[in-house]
């Protein structure tokens, strides 16, 4: 079965810390550029951070630049999203996808790139 599953979501207080863990099953990521996005009620789905396949660039949203910090495994066959200093914009649903083709910032600025998507974690900070 391919899919993509999400993990590490939960509550946290303002300036806390989530690490993301985004696990393939049924095909290989390293094969794949892979973005982390989010969506929170009533806004539009973002790209938070991507990587590519290949040399491991990234790519960060201005509003994660710093806090956030992208990995892969690909002996895991894992994608991870390390999230510091979280604030409560932050909350929101995090998903993980994947792309055969583009570069990390274009999969990141527009999510139809995408073509593997997992079912998101709930990421909520408080304040």
């Known amino acids: 079965q391919v899919q993509l599953v999400e993990s590490g979501g939960g509550l946290v207080q303002a300036g806390g810390s989530l690490r993301l863990s985004c696990a393939a099953s049924g095909f290989a990521l390293d094969y794949y550029y892979i973005g982390w996005f989010r969506q929170a009620p009533g806004k539009e789905r973002e790209g938070v951070s991507c990587?590519?396949?290949?040399?491991?660039?990234?790519y960060y949203a201005d509003s994660v630049k710093g806090r956030f910090t992208i990995s892969r495994d690909n002996a895991k066959n894992s994608v991870y999203l390390q999230m510091n200093r979280l604030k409560p914009e932050d909350s929101a649903v995090y998903y993980c996808?994947?792309?055969?083709?583009?570069?990390?910032?274009?999969?990141?600025?527009?999510?139809?790139?995408?073509?593997?998507w997992g079912q998101g974690t709930l990421v909520t900070v408080s304040s």
């Open positions: 990587i590519s396949r290949s040399d491991g660039s990234t």
């Open positions: 996808a994947a792309a055969w083709m583009g570069t990390a910032q274009a999969i990141c600025v527009d999510y139809r790139r995408l073509e593997r």
